[in-house]
Each structure stands twice: as C-alpha cells, then as structure tokens.
C-alpha cells in the first residue's frame, strides 16, 4: 500500500475571501498554492477524498477545496515519514507565502499551504508528479 507525505497543488481563480473552519474567514490571493499532507496508511484514498466533493468538512483543506474557484491541478507524493511532513513545510515556508495556522493544529508548523511562485520548489525537494 502506497504511504508518504503529498503536495496538492490547487488553483485558486480570483482574489477571495474563504471560511476555513475554526480559523475563520481569511483573504486569498488568486494563484496556485502548495497543501502539503501525509498519508502513512493509504495514500491514494487520502488523495481521492481530496478530489471528492460529498466530504464532511474536516480538517482546512476541505474547506479551501470546496470553494468553487478552486481546483486542484498536480499532486505531488514523496516516500517519506510523517514527520518529513513538517520538514518540507518548514522547508516551503522559506521561499514561499504562507497561510498562517493553516492545516497545522496537531504541529508546530506555522502553515501547512503556501501561496507558490514555481513548482521547482517541490522537485527540489524529490517530489514526484502524480497526476
């Protein structure tokens, strides 16, 4: 069974203003944006419950995903541990925009999405394209 840490690469079309569960309302810049995730169990029903669209709204990225100007365009997925999760957020977090305490309440992350300038970030960092 595949497992590892994932980045969705979504798309957002116009400048917005998105409730994202606990954290409220939080203005979006039109662009494409890194979510960076792990699934240590199984990695393509994680990626397939990112595509679905009948969810319960769970953890932050449902909430961004489910926004009609959003699309999620690529998906990354590197072989890894769980914790090489937060390592290429941190990593990320350097060179790109984040969005301060997304999808970060179980670490110590300041965000797990970040608003990409290049995708040549994520190969960097050995990520394979999946779809």
């Known amino acids: 069974m595949l497992k590892g840490i994932y ?32 699934a240590q169990n199984n990695l393509k029903k994680r990626i397939k419950r990112h595509f679905s669209e009948n969810k319960k709204l769970h953890w932050h990225i449902d909430y961004f995903l ?7 365009k690529k ?16 990593f990320l977090e350097k060179y790109e925009e984040s969005v301060k305490n997304f999808g970060c309440s179980d670490c110590r992350c300041t965000s797990h999405l970040f608003r990409l300038k290049s995708l040549r970030t994520l190969k960097e960092l050995n990520f394979r394209e999946i779809l």
């Open 66 to 72: 489910k926004n009609n100007d959003t699309e999620i």
């Open 7 to 38: 980045c969705l690469i979504i798309e957002l079309k116009k400048d917005d203003k998105i409730k994202i569960g606990a954290l409220g309302s939080i203005k979006f810049k039109k662009g494409n944006y890194a979510y960076v995730g792990s």
């Open 75 to 90: 998906v990354f997925y590197k072989d890894a541990a769980k914790e090489q999760e937060c390592k290429t957020a941190c």
